[in-house]
């Protein structure tokens, strides 16, 4: 779900830019200290899962586990969603410099739909629905982040409106497997560590 360098129009990419600098601002004063190691964890997932990809157009269909980040890390999923995009742009020039930060803003506020979804499902301990919530998060946050980069690619040009579609619907599959994947990884986080789903 990677947009290409010199697709975005400017005003796109400067508020990209804007909201990706208030997430991770907001997501570095949010992240708790025992939580480091797990936030650098689901970050190398993040990093590994969207480099497996198909090109579609100007993006791409993969998986990419920001509902899982987010259900687990709340706000804190934005610097990590933001670090492990600006590594594929250094390292394998995979997205670009000039559209990190609207990469980081859709894949981000996707993350933080999956928490809120999570929690209003499973409750503020997440002792309820735990398979549901997981699901509907996982769901959820591929879900928003592809309407969000549709609308990026809509926003710039008219006529990347049929790409905008093409981008959503493509990822129709990719939600549904998010969402099993989460459901499954939640429940075993939750045996492992009753407590990891605390409110951040």
Known sequence: MHIAEG??????LITGAVVAAAGVAYGLKKI???????????????FVASLIHVPIGFSSAHLILNGFLGVVLGWAAFPVIFMALLLQAVLFQFGGFTVL????????????????IFYAIAGKSAN???????FCGGFSAVLISGILTALALAFTNEGFVTAAWLIFLSNLPVMVVEGVITAFAVVYLKH?????????
Do not use: W
Request: no cysteine.
């Open 128 to 134: 309820k629905r735990l398979k549901l919530a997981g």
């Open 7 to 12: 697709v975005l129009s400017a005003p796109v």
């Open 192 to 200: 492992s560590d009753p407590g990891i789903f605390n409110e951040k």
């Open 32 to 46: 708790q200290a025992n939580h480091f190691m797990l936030a650098g964890l689901l970050g190398a997932a993040f």
């Open 101 to 116: 930060g609207v990469n980081t803003a859709t894949m981000g506020l996707g993350a933080l739909a999956a928490y809120g």
